[in-house]
């Protein structure tokens, strides 16, 4: 189970290293995007320069799932980064939600093989030091 976990934490890392990237350097050429609700949202997120500070969470957690480092972290930045991926298509754009899906099976595996360093943000009522 643990080269599962090995696989999954580099495959997630690089899956959000590259797409983070690749909304600073525009390296993965996208098609045009017919006039819809999601493509005006797509657009105010890059017109308003929020999708910088989404690329950089996005470089920086896959960039600690890579190394190896600080992976619980990384997992709680993308656990948010996947809810919104994730309701994005499922109430803006239908396709390409395959990659989303791909994203969460990944993270899961990733965060049950770390769950000893998860599990104590769940606590209902953590003890202060």
């Known amino acids: 189970m643990k080269i599962v976990v090995i696989i999954a934490r580099i495959l997630l890392g690089l899956l959000f290293f590259v797409f983070g990237l690749n909304g600073f350097l525009y390296f993965i050429p996208m098609p045009p995007m ?6 005006t ?19 920086v957690a ?9 992976v619980a972290l990384a997992e709680v930045l993308l656990a948010a ?3 919104n991926i994730l309701v994005f298509h499922i ?9 989303g899906i791909l994203g969460l099976v990944l993270w ?14 769940l606590a209902r009522k953590p ?3």
């Open 41 to 59: 949202f797509s657009l105010i997120l890059m017109r308003s320069h929020y999708l910088y500070l989404i690329s950089g969470t996005q470089v």
């Open 108 to 121: 899961l595996i990733v965060a049950w093989g770390y769950r000893a360093q998860l599990l104590p943000i």
């Open 127 to 129: 003890a202060v030091e």
């Open 62 to 70: 896959g960039f600690l799932l890579l190394i190896g480092q600080f």
């Open 81 to 83: 980064m996947l809810a």
């Open 91 to 99: 109430t803006l754009m239908h396709q390409g939600i395959g990659m």
């Open 34 to 39: 017919p006039p819809s609700d999601a493509t």
